[in-house]
């Protein structure tokens, strides 16, 4: 055939998925183009010209063991319904648009590590680019008539061309929407139609080779038999070969999870999660109609062609020793569809996570911000764009420079052992909830070094120095460093050996990074929505930590600057609406942060809303006791109490500093007002029940013991205002700073003992008793007054929660080498395990307290803390008692804290 | 006689009310708490409501959602009591859809007023 037919039949068959495209994309929510089986089809991305020609290659000379790259995803199918359908949830719910983007959401949105992971996926994919254009070249070459004509450089290179050609098609119909998590039903429909088109043509040629050509399967098998290296093409191999299948398969399972192309048709593009029921056995249906006539073309190609030949393009080869045109333009133009949905697909993914995961994050952003709707829309899709061609052009040189010495089968599986570095921080983050940014890092970089020093570096030498022989030659003198061999395992096949190493010391790295340091709250939030899915909910409305301020109006104006003035005003009143909030309200609470990341995170990516939307709000980072709470709240937490509740209340006491240092920050402004409110309020009560009651009083006829009643009341309220009044200075006081404390060494006994004299009264009216285990000679700095104060404080709550005759309090002392601990225990109803975070804030009241009001000003606890802290100690619940109420205070031993 | 229930926690404000009411010829019914409150006005059906915003467990605008949600009590008008007295709280519970809303501290005369013009 000359050159210019074939080139004419590829760019009719490019006009006519640009037609196809072009109806699909008209009526996107068709029945033609949302259904399960287009869903499967476009999972048969998975097949590509590896498949298409590499399976038939390998299996003429290593026998059945192409098989195991598609034993992977068949064995990984029946879990699809469990892990791909949380994953699919997932990232619908966080609009997540990319493999990168979904782990670097898991690990709290971390930038780094989207880039990290989108240069991972570019490492693994561009070879497997290059490897899709040296198969279309070279089947170009093989059918085309003018076999002598050599290209002299890109420029006058077919496969140049076909490649620019693909870009256009994929910017065209890629880059149509800024919002990346929209669906791309005209490239979806292209690529469902090609996976009907290849497996249709390589049935086509399977039949005709096998039933043409000779007499059936039998016959095949009977001539085939005579070859001398029969057995070995049919046997298995022994044990050591079991663990080449072995990390074979292993590779493929993760790869149909990890590969960016498959990430996108079965994640990004899913419309239905009900699609994998149908998926889950069609798939592997297709895969094994894919495969079935494989070996049979393989021993034709033996029996037939001379050994010379490339045993990859056997199923090119033998329509064209029989000069059967039409065949041969058939398998070429379904290799071609193969290539084309990979390179579409491929590039698509790619060049969303460089713009998303790289681009935009590191650099790009403030040029975003200054821009106005229209403008930013353009510059993501020319980035995108620009991105898609780069790709393109950047696997075409590297197909002329590397790809003439490697097999299309160990380029694929190169690429796989790449992305499979992945797998630790994908698998494990969706069930293991202690995996950390760092050790994700970590792992996948210790990864990559060890697939560039086990697998790369050989083939680098050998293409860069062909005169060094690095694989046969012992680097260092050790024999156990050479790579290809690493520890002296000299029965894997290069693949295998770097895969068993590689995987597992990213592993090794990836656990054990993550066990030494526990991530920040983001993180852990994350984790705890990604593992424990089913809560998601809860922790998504709820429980999510973000504490800051930020306000409706900046957001308002950073979400316009993306998705226009229009769809921004649309999105927030559905978001008021559904969750109830005003129109007016001015400050944004965590649910429209959150609401306005997923909303930027389509067009931007998840790194990138991150850091837009902090740049609009204050974050305050003190919610490592909200992040400890949300795990209480986890069953599967609360099984490991003993050595949780050790660390929370560790955490407990930092989170207590931290919170000091930002109250005291808050304070200063916008805090002022809202306590104001409050005091308000708090005054207004008692007000209202005195004027109510001296109104009534007006009455004449009212009975003398009502009336004595009412007096009472108005007696009781005005007292009332009275400790709230002093209490609130009291409070404003220590918070100031302005009262100096009288700290003094002394006997904490002493001062114990006269607190217990002021409650005595009290408690022995109430029957309840109260127990102090002295300790004599205890000797503390701090101001007796004051301490007096929490003393008689704290004693009154127990009393006030306490029943008569059988309550009883107790008083510990623990004395530390650093710090006194002292401890009011007893045995009342306790405190709600959600109020325990809040009771030291002012005017907080639990929502457990039944009807009653509770008798105190709802600030002696603040007023505690106050004290205790202006003793440089601490105070706080103690968790893990369960009988009743325990507060704890510790008091340093020296004058400057401890 | 008229029916009316008065909803708040703080006991010393309710034993006003319920007297002066009680004095004016009303059935008078006490709520501490937005669930007994709605407990009590689906058995009662009152002609109106006396609602304090802030109680513990359910508030006063979570409660006022309940009842117009109920159909029984199409007819029952709801007050608000609340120590709340900036105008966006007011227009707040205004736009929940209440048929009044009173600033704390009140007079009682004044509410007696005000009620009996609403109901009769």
Known sequence: MSNYLVGLIIVMYLAMLFVLAYFAEKKPRGKWTNNPYVYTLSLAVYCTAWTYYGSVGIASRSGISFLAIYLGPVISFPLWIVVMKKVIRISKQHKISSIADFISMRYGNNRFLGALVTVTCLLAIIPYISLQLKAVSETFSLISSENSYVSKGFLDDSTFYIALLIAVFVAFYGTRSTDTSQHKKGIIATVAFESILKLVFFLAIGIYVTFYLFDGTTDLYNQASMKANFSQLTSLGGLENGFNWLFTICLSFFAIFLLPRQFHVAVVENDNENYLKKAIWLFPLYLLLFNVFVIFIAWAGNIRLPEAVNPDYYSLLLPLQQNNQGFVLMVFIGGFTAVISMIVVSTLALSTMVSNNIVIPYGFIKKLVEGNPEENAKRIKNLRRLAIFLLIIFAYFFYVNFSAQLSLFSIGLISFVIIAQLAPSFFLGLTWRRGTARGTEIGILVGLAVVFYTLLLPIISQVMMPNVKLVEEVLFGYSWLKPAQLFGLDYLTPESNAF?????????SFVGFSLRAKGNYRERNYAEMFVNHANYENLQEGAFVWKGEAYVADIKRLLSRFLGEARTNRALRIFNKKHNISDTEERADARLINFSEKLLTGSIGSASAKILLASVSKETPISLVEVLNILEESKETKANNKLLLEKSEQ????????????????FQD???????????????TPITSIKAASEVLEDDDMPSELRRQFLENISRDTDRLDTLIHNILDLEKLSDNKTELDIKKRKINKTIKKALKGVEQIAAKKQVAIHFKEKENVEVPFDEDRLLQVL?????????????????????????????????????????????????????????????????????????????????????????FKKGARLVFELPKSRNGT | MKKILIVDDEPNIVMSLEYAFKKKDFEVFIARDGTEALEIAEREIP?????????????????????????NLDHTKVVFLSAKSKEKDIEKGLKMGADGYMTKPFSIKKIISDVEEMIT
Not at chain 1, 500 to 508: Q, Y
Not at chain 1, 816 to 840: C, M, T
């Open chain 1, 500 to 508: 068993l190493w590689s995987m597992s010391l990213n592993t090794l």
């Open chain 1, 651 to 666: 955490l407990t006491a930092m989170a207590h500093q931290l919170k000091e240092a930002n109250e005291e920050l808050l």
């Open chain 1, 670 to 684: 916008r805090q002022k007002d809202e306590f104001l409110d409050t005091v308000a309020h708090e005054l207004k």
């Open chain 1, 792 to 880: 008689t404080n704290l004693l009154s709550n127990s009393l006030k929660f306490t029943e008569p005759h059988i309550g009883t309090i107790k008083i510990y002392l623990e004395d530390g080498d650093k710090a006194l601990r002292v401890s009011v225990e007893d045995n009342g109803r306790g405190i709600p395990v959600e109020d325990q975070a809040y009771i030291f804030d002012k005017f907080y009241q639990s929502k457990n307290q039944n009807t009653k009001k509770p008798q105190g000003s709802g600030l002696g606890l603040a007023i505690c803390k106050k004290i205790v802290e202006g003793h440089k100690g601490s105070i706080w619940v103690d968790k893990g």
């Open chain 2, 47 to 71: 002609d109106l409501i006396l609602l304090d915003v802030m109680m513990p467990q359910m508030d006063g605008y979570e409660t006022l959602k309940k009842i117009r949600e109920s159909e």
